[in-house]
């Protein structure tokens, strides 16, 4: 029976290479990217059955990669390996389109088991937020959509703002004029009612699309 292919993507380069020998023993490795962008090109590329990813990357978030993702190749499945062990992050996650949940302090095996149930077409959660997910999404019915009063492009915008680009930098990453850059970075500030960079990224670390 043929191995599945797997796409890992993590910014940190050493537990990419250790995740790395993990997976090559049971499954087909295909590709391992370290930001979100690469992500979406590798999957573009190399058509994975699964794709392993981290939350936290820089360019562009694992939640909105995911999300990007389950719009252009809805087949693929997707498992979350990530420090966040928080069930509102979980939640996001699985409203963005991941079907498994894992943190990197969960066992080697749980780690496998969740890629072998995905692929299958089942869902995992790991046992260490499972318990309390379920009252997470009953509450969270009603609320606010997922990445609250922006748009998509504004999160990208926001993210590279946060990350410390330029407007000239997030033009380019964006594929978009520098002047569209500002008209996106002025009506962000519009929305969340703020009027500096800091509270910006505050806002940005609180959805998740960079690491505090």
Same mark, same amino acid.
């Given at each position: ?8 993507? #993590? #910014? ?14 049971? !499954? ?10 690469? %992500? ?12 392993? *990813? ?6 562009? /978030?694992?939640? @909105? ?20 062990? #928080? ?6 996650? !699985? ?15 749980? !780690? &496998?088991?969740?890629? @072998?149930?995905?692929?299958?077409? !089942?869902?995992?959660? *790991? +046992? ?5 997910? &379920? #009252? ?8 606010? +959509? ?13 993210? %590279? ?13 964006? /594929?978009?004029? +520098? ?12 929305? %969340?009612?703020?009027? /500096?960079?800091?509270? %910006? &990224? ?7 699309? &960079?690491?505090?």
């Amino acid at each position: 029976m043929p191995k599945v292919r797997v796409l890992l993507a #993590d #910014d940190h380069v050493v537990v990419a290479q250790g995740l790395s020998e993990l997976l090559k023993d049971r !499954f087909d490795l295909i590709g391992v990217v370290h930001d979100g962008r690469a %992500l979406l090109e590798a999957a573009e590329r190399l058509h994975p059955e699964v794709i392993v *990813t981290d939350i936290s990357m820089p360019l562009l /978030n694992g939640l @909105d990669a995911i999300r990007q993702l389950r719009a252009s190749h809805p087949g693929v499945k997707v498992v979350v390996l990530t420090v966040h062990g #928080d069930t509102q992050t979980a939640v996001s996650a !699985f409203r963005a389109g991941a079907r498994g949940y894992v943190l990197k302090v969960s066992p080697e095996e749980e !780690f &496998i088991a969740a890629i @072998d149930q995905v692929a299958k077409g !089942f869902a995992y959660v *790991t +046992p260490l937020v499972a318990k309390d997910l &379920i #009252d997470v999404l009953i509450e969270a019915r009603g609320k606010a +959509p997922e990445g609250g009063p922006l748009t998509p492009r504004q999160r990208e915008v926001l993210q %590279l703002i946060a990350e410390g680009r330029t407007m000239k930098e997030v033009a380019a990453i964006l /594929n978009i004029s +520098p002047r569209t850059a500002e008209s996106h970075k002025y009506e962000i500030m519009q929305t %969340l009612g703020v009027d /500096n960079v800091t509270a %910006l &990224i505050r806002y940005a670390i609180r959805l998740k699309l &960079i690491a505090e």
